[in-house]
């Protein structure tokens, strides 16, 4: 028995050297990558707005852990030394008139990526809801630009519902505007909308044309064939949207968003964009421990049935 012990504590000290010595003196890569979550859309007879909604994640790897994830099962692998990442949610605006004009506009700092979008003076207002887990303002167009609009919460009393025998009026949180009386709004203030996912039916190209005034203005979006590597799907740098563009009468074809892949930061910068992000992946440095204290125990077991077995012999 005492032999199994020293070969088992040989291997967890072999296997707790690696892990620690792999974190604090190979040599690491920071890469940043971005997927557009969704984008709204909405315009009427003289502007329209595009809101690209995406996730940001940071990846902190040293060379090993570069290795497990080009192998084919390397993934599992990471699952006990995992890379330090972060990952955040962030938007940006575009705001086009019908004379072709196409700005990128600031939104307000903390600013939540989903939420109701509605009216407020036929401007549009995306409203946010505080949690538990923190609070992130809306932001309204006063004209010129986007200002903050503060969360309301969640505590307040929920509205009475009523059902409508049309779907279309069922279906509203998902669509993002809140309420079927906001819908009315919207279309008696001319506004209409459209919220695309990475994929838009079977084909990988889509169109939306929009009307403005006397002009015609295209939004293009080009999505990724389904993957069938789940090293893809992981990483979701080949899933979802490639590429947003919009073009017109009086504009040419200018690119939203486009899938650049996994690129190389500083450490610096991944340090100042996790210090950001409300969500963090280390390594479970408790999480080993206890597993090595339970193969010790699995260890200790195995060894003590073998001297059993081996005294009937």
Do not use: C
């Amino acid at each position: 028995m005492k032999r199994w012990i020293v070969v088992f504590l040989a291997v967890a000290a072999i296997v707790a050297v690696t892990i620690f010595a792999s974190h604090w003196l190979l040599p690491k890569t920071y890469k940043l990558s971005e997927s557009v979550v969704r984008t709204s859309v909405f315009w009427n007879h003289k502007e329209a707005f595009f809101f690209v909604s995406m996730n940001t994640s940071g990846r902190a790897m040293n060379v090993l852990q570069e290795k497990f994830t080009t192998s084919r099962y390397g993934y599992p692998a990471l699952l006990l030394d995992p890379p330090e990442s972060f990952f955040k949610q962030d938007t940006i605006a575009y705001h086009l008139l019908a004379s072709g004009k196409l700005d990128r506009v600031s939104l307000p700092e903390r600013t939540d990526v989903f939420g109701t979008w509605t009216l407020n003076d036929g401007n549009l207002q995306l409203n946010s809801v505080a949690t538990r887990y923190g609070s992130k303002n809306g932001f309204r167009w006063d004209g010129e630009k986007f200002v903050p609009v503060a969360p309301s919460s969640a505590n307040s009393p929920a509205r009475k519902t009523e059902l409508s025998p049309d779907d279309e009026d069922d279906d509203d949180v998902q669509d993002g505007v809140s309420s079927g009386v906001e819908r009315e709004s919207f279309k008696a203030a001319g506004w209409h909308y459209k919220f695309l996912n990475g994929y838009q039916g079977r084909n990988l190209t889509a169109t939306l044309p929009m009307q403005l005034d006397q002009s015609v203005f295209n939004l293009t979006v080009h999505s990724f064939a389904m993957p069938t590597d789940i090293r893809n799907v992981i990483d979701l740098d080949g899933v979802g949207i490639r590429q947003m563009e919009i073009s017109g009468d009086k504009l040419e074809p200018q690119t939203l968003w486009k899938q650049n892949g996994r690129r190389e930061i500083s450490k610096v910068e991944f340090e100042r964009l996790q210090g950001q992000s409300g969500y963090r992946i280390q390594r479970p440095y408790a999480a080993i421990l206890w597993l090595l204290v339970l193969l010790l125990v699995a260890f200790w077991k195995l060894a003590s049935w073998g001297h059993l077995l081996l005294g009937f012999g």
